[in-house]
Structures are given as C-alpha cells and as structure tokens.
C-alpha cells in the first residue's frame, strides 16, 4: 500500500505536489477540499458562509474516511484538516503523512497568486492577511506535528525538489508501509 497524505496550511504546495507525486507514483490524487465541494454542490468559502466551519469540518472527515478505502492515493489535506483529533489519528494511522512547510510571507505570496484563494477560500479571522497566516499557524503548529512523520520545507525548492524529498525518506523507511 501507498498511501502519501500532504498537510499543511494553505499555499504550503500540497495540491501542486500531490498531483505531481501521484503522477510519478501511478497512483491516483485527491484533494480533500475539492472532495468536499463537490459532494456539497459549494465552494469552501460557501459551505463556511451559509452552513458554519463545523458544518465543513464533518463533511471532510466524512470525505477524508472515504479515501481510505483505496490501497494507494496520494491525499491533499485543506489546511484546517488536522484541527479536529479524529481526523489527525485516521491520517497519521493509515498513511504517511508529509507536512508541507514555507515561510509565512511565501505562504502569502503564494495565496494572492492563486486565483481561486479568494473566491473559494474563506478568510480565517479578521486579521490583516499576513498577520492572519502567522497567528493561524501559530495555532496549528503543534496539531501539525502530531499528525506528520516527516516535513518537508518548500520555500525555495521547486516541486520536483519537494517530491524528491518526500521519495528519498519514503526509501529510508524500511520497508514503506502504510496502515
């Protein structure tokens, strides 16, 4: 079984690298908040909009159960999927699980590049945006480590240097299993 989960806070490269990882792996990608939209006929920033977080948070833990059914994927977490516990075990225990880390500024800088943050992804406070990623991973930061058995830092690397780091302690391991 190949199960690689990438988390991370949003614009840390997880959808980019996913897909990129499962194509050199021959195994399928799934981003767990695409997933989410999908089954809700919403985007992330509606679902938070009309029906709250806590609404959002359940149909991602029922989405992120439903992945592991298959014996190989490569999984993209949204931010925020490590925050409840449940959700935080099932990852940890049923694959492994890369925490994809940058910088807050590139982390910013990455978000206002990508032409759907601002319409599908809700902001998380009131915060002026970089002051919102610093105090937002501050929070999360230990939630994070819970949950991963290796990190990998993306601020200067390009996705090929990410995936190489994820594959070379995936060849370390011996032998690579997922649960």
Same mark, same amino acid.
């Given at each position: 079984?190949?199960?690689? !989960?990438? !988390?991370?806070?949003?614009?840390?490269?997880?959808?980019?690298?996913?897909?990129?990882? &499962?194509?050199?792996?021959?195994?399928?990608? =799934?981003?767990?908040? %695409? /997933?989410?939209?999908?089954?809700?006929?919403?985007? #992330?920033?509606? #679902?938070?909009?009309?029906?709250?977080?806590?609404?959002?948070?359940?149909?991602?833990?029922? &989405?992120?159960?439903?992945?592991?059914?298959?014996?190989?994927?490569?999984? &993209?977490?949204?931010?925020?999927?490590?925050?409840? /516990?449940?959700?935080?075990?099932? +990852?940890?225990?049923?694959?492994?699980?890369?925490?994809?880390?940058?910088?807050?500024?590139? !982390?910013?800088?990455? #978000?206002?590049?990508?032409?759907? %943050?601002?319409?599908?992804?809700?902001? +998380?406070? %009131?915060?002026?945006?970089?002051?919102?990623?610093?105090?937002?991973?501050?929070?999360? =930061?230990?939630?994070?480590?819970?949950?991963?058995?290796?990190?990998?830092?993306?601020?200067?690397?390009?996705?090929?240097?990410? !995936?190489?780091? #994820? +594959?070379?302690?995936?060849? /370390?391991?011996?032998?690579?299993?997922?649960?």
């Amino acid at each position: 079984m190949t199960r690689i !989960i990438l !988390i991370g806070y949003r614009g840390t490269g997880k959808s980019t690298v996913g897909r990129r990882l &499962a194509e050199r792996l021959g195994v399928p990608t =799934w981003d767990s908040d %695409s /997933e989410v939209e999908r089954r809700a006929g919403k985007t #992330i920033a509606e #679902i938070f909009a009309l029906d709250g977080e806590a609404t959002f948070r359940d149909l991602e833990v029922k &989405a992120i159960a439903d992945f592991f059914r298959q014996d190989a994927f490569v999984l &993209a977490t949204g931010g925020g999927a490590i925050l409840r /516990e449940e959700t935080r075990q099932r +990852l940890r225990q049923n694959g492994h699980v890369v925490l994809l880390t940058a910088e807050p500024k590139t !982390i910013l800088q990455r #978000i206002r590049g990508d032409k759907t %943050s601002a319409t599908m992804r809700p902001n +998380l406070t %009131s915060l002026p945006p970089l002051e919102e990623v610093v105090a937002v991973l501050e929070k999360r =930061w230990p939630l994070y480590v819970e949950a991963a058995h290796q990190t990998v830092e993306t601020d200067g690397k390009d996705v090929e240097q990410v !995936i190489q780091e #994820i +594959l070379a302690f995936r060849k /370390e391991m011996t032998p690579f299993r997922a649960c």
